[in-house]
């Protein structure tokens, strides 16, 4: 990377693939990953909120490899941990109707099956003596491995690591035994309100296209997967130059990038073909479906399409977020208060992929509430492109009565990002992500877009993605016995 870029980088996963503790993270904080370290601190240092609250400037280390594996190393002097995430070109997105569910499947086997130089039993020990932790991720577009661990026992942990993540060796008898976790999470999933109803969005919110594609996959395919079949998808997809790695940690402790160039130049690999994909098609509607669940409430879900990894408009939906559903006055719960709907719960958050992005609204309401918060909620966002959301955009003593709503959600999207500088491990993954899905793409300061952004930036892309009849509604109620015994 240039000295002089500024960028933001984001990274967004599926509800359900993660521990509690980093669900909550990106939940509340999504767009915020690593934001102010990679779009301000290491590339061009400003005040975020006054110059004497920032540190001497970060070093970085950027290169690609022999084997065309691109490599970013984020120096954090001191630090006794060092984060790893190495991303991987393969998702969801790149399965086929008989296969889907083989991208997590796979990431599965790889953290807990299948034999190395060594037995994964003796591999996980390992790390687990060294104080290393390691999990992994799939969405969409990518699947993540991350690994933790002390700066004294990185060399030794990470050729563990690449032991475990670069030579697995699958057998029938193993894919069999993690069918069955995958099956008894995939119950589990379904018995969640908000993984339920997300999923169902996603298939109904891209008809015919790769993000429709069930993360998990289904008990057809799930139970159809042969060892074949995975160890194919293996070879062809787990090759360095289909990576990205991002490493943060002490740079000068322990000669850190000696140790990733000389572990990781050793992999092999093809130069994996990844066909770019086509935009989904326009819905041109507003779809509507309904489950039902042994819940006591009523969970409304609202979906809409919202910019991909790479637009602009990324930065206006941020604040359209924030302003909507975070903070201490979300306009939408005063919207929905106003007119008399009750609501015992909001959340909204926006995920961006490669291709395209999902805006989710997700209300838990009375079930005799529900038909009501649908028809509100979505009329205000449909004339959200007429509301004012700063006293700049009205004259006179009008100014005084017009809560600043877009100041406010500016002032939040800095605290996020002074706060995802503590967490190196999300920094790493919202790194590696980058430098895999937009390659040589360069993007505008975050926080200096952020800041030049007006009303009129927030009500042209509200009406683009929220005004129009195009959107997916689904309702999770409870099951007629529990709302009668209720």
């Known amino acids: 990377m240039k000295k002089n870029e500024k960028t933001f980088f984001r990274v967004d996963w599926e509800m359900g693939f993660m521990p509690a503790s980093r669900k909550k993270f990106l939940f509340i904080n999504l767009g915020f990953l690593a934001l102010a370290f990679l779009s301000s601190l290491i590339l061009d240092p400003v005040d975020l909120f006054s110059s004497s609250t920032l540190s001497p400037e970060p070093k970085e280390v950027s290169f690609t490899l022999d084997n065309q594996l691109r490599v970013l190393l984020i120096d954090r002097p001191n630090s006794p941990l060092v984060h790893l995430v190495l991303a991987i070109g393969f998702g969801s997105r790149d399965e086929t109707p008989e296969t889907y569910g083989l991208a997590h499947c796979l990431e599965h086997l790889v953290l807990f099956r299948g034999t190395r130089s060594k037995e994964i039993e003796v591999i996980n020990r390992s790390l687990r003596q060294k104080g290393a932790w390691v ?25 563990d690591f690449i032991d475990l993540v670069f030579n697995a060796q699958i057998e029938e008898a193993e894919l069999e035994q993690e069918k069955e976790i995958i099956l008894e999470e995939m119950s589990l999933q379904a018995s969640e309100p908000l993984s339920l109803a997300a999923s169902v969005a996603y298939e109904n919110l891209f008809p015919g296209h790769p993000y429709a594609h069930p993360l998990i996959g289904t008990k057809e395919t799930i139970s159809q997967l042969t060892a074949a079949t995975i160890m194919e998808a293996y070879h062809h997809y787990y090759s360095p130059a289909n990576c990205a790695l991002s490493v943060v940690g002490d740079l000068n402790q322990g000669q850190l990038e000696k140790i990733i160039r000389d572990y990781f130049g050793q992999l092999k690999g093809e130069i994996v073909n990844r066909p770019p994909i086509a935009p989904p098609a326009p819905l041109a509607k507003t779809i509507r479906l309904t489950e039902e669940l042994d819940e006591s409430q009523s969970h409304l879900l609202i979906a809409f399409r919202a910019p991909n990894f790479s637009q602009l408009e990324q930065y206006s939906f941020d604040l359209l977020t924030a302003i909507l559903g975070q903070g201490l006055n979300p306009l939408l719960a005063l919207a929905l208060n106003s007119r008399r709907v009750p609501l015992a719960n909001l959340a909204i958050s926006y995920y961006s992929h490669q291709y395209s992005g999902v805006f989710f609204i997700h209300l838990i309401v009375e079930p005799k509430y529900v038909s009501n918060a649908e028809n509100e909620a979505l009329r205000f966002l449909r004339q959200l492109h007429r509301e004012n959301f700063s006293p700049d955009d009205v004259l006179g003593e009008s100014r005084d009565y017009i809560y600043d709503f877009l100041q406010s959600a500016k002032n939040l999207v800095k605290l996020n990002a002074a706060r995802s500088l503590e967490d190196g491990l999300s920094l790493a993954a919202a790194v590696s992500s980058y430098l895999l899905l937009l390659g040589e793409t360069q993007l505008p300061s975050y926080l200096e877009t952020i800041d030049r952004l007006q009303s009129s930036d927030l009500r042209q892309t509200a009406s683009r993605y929220l005004g129009r009849p195009e959107a997916v509604v689904v309702v999770i109620n409870p099951k007629k016995k529990a709302a009668k015994e209720k």
């Open 135 to 159: 999990n992994g991720h799939t969405s969409r577009d990518l699947t993540l491995f991350e690994l933790s661990l002390p700066a004294q026992a990185f060399a030794a942990g990470l050729k």
